[in-house]
């Protein structure tokens, strides 16, 4: 089950800026994103969002005063540049406080939060078999078992599938290290996170894919990889 989120925020490139936080998340699901509070209140009002990612200093209606009108069981994170509102969100008991500019890392904990919150462990299990990538102007979804291997490529990564298909798209090793399920993937080296299913072949510590490509296990990383080998032996 994936979380419901509105993003509200008055300033086009913050609101835009979460919302492609909120597609790259594979737990949660963007339903709309609104230019003020006004706009995002008539929508509440009609259809049912679990999570705000909400600005608080806009025109008319403050973010504040949005978050005041709700129930107890829509949950607030609170995007803001202000730090003088902080004490204020604890009155409404919003999940968390970020301050803008907002990092992806800072964004990851605050939808963690929200996701502990709407499904405490050992109830319920956030979907994440999935999660949208922008590549060549598209948003194109991506399955995890479809994944063989990630690869950085500075500010970009490319993410490779089986029979030598690959996209690239704008983001970072450590988000993605901090976001893939752990059962499933694994970083092994600096340049490389590698789908641990799909791992058929070591040779002289590197890992082989199609029988062309040659994924390196490094130093850093050859502890935890080997402990996954070991578990598997007969």
Known sequence: MKIKCLAVDDEPFALKQIVSYIEQTPFLDLV?????????????????????????????????????SLDSKTMVIFTTAYEEFALESYEVEAIDYILKPI?????????????????????????????????????????????????????????????????????????????????????????????????QTIERNRIVFNKETYIPVSDQYKDAFKEFVEKRFL
């Not at 003020?36 to 008319?60: G, Q, R, S, T, W």
């Not at 499904?119 to 999935?130: N, R």
């Not at 993410?159 to 996209?167: A, L, M, N, P, Y």
Request: charged letters at 35%.
């Open 32 to 68: 709309k994103s609104c230019g003020n509070a006004i706009e995002a209140l008539e929508f509440i009002k009609k259809e049912h969002v679990d999570l705000i990612f909400l600005d608080i200093n806009m025109p008319e209606m403050t973010g504040m005063e949005l978050a005041k």
């Open 103 to 199: 990092s992806r890392d800072d964004f990851m904990r605050a939808a963690r939060k929200a996701a502990d919150r709407k499904m405490p462990k050992g109830l319920e299990t956030v979907k994440t078999d999935e999660f949208f990538v922008k590549s060549d102007g598209k948003i194109i979804r991506i399955s995890l078992e479809e994944i063989t291997y990630i690869e950085s490529m500075s500010e970009y990564v490319r993410i490779h599938f089986d029979e030598g298909k690959s996209i690239m798209t704008l983001m970072s090793m450590k988000n993605l290290d901090s976001t893939l399920p752990q059962k499933d993937f694994m970083r092994v080296h600096r340049s490389y996170i590698v789908n641990l299913n799909k791992v």
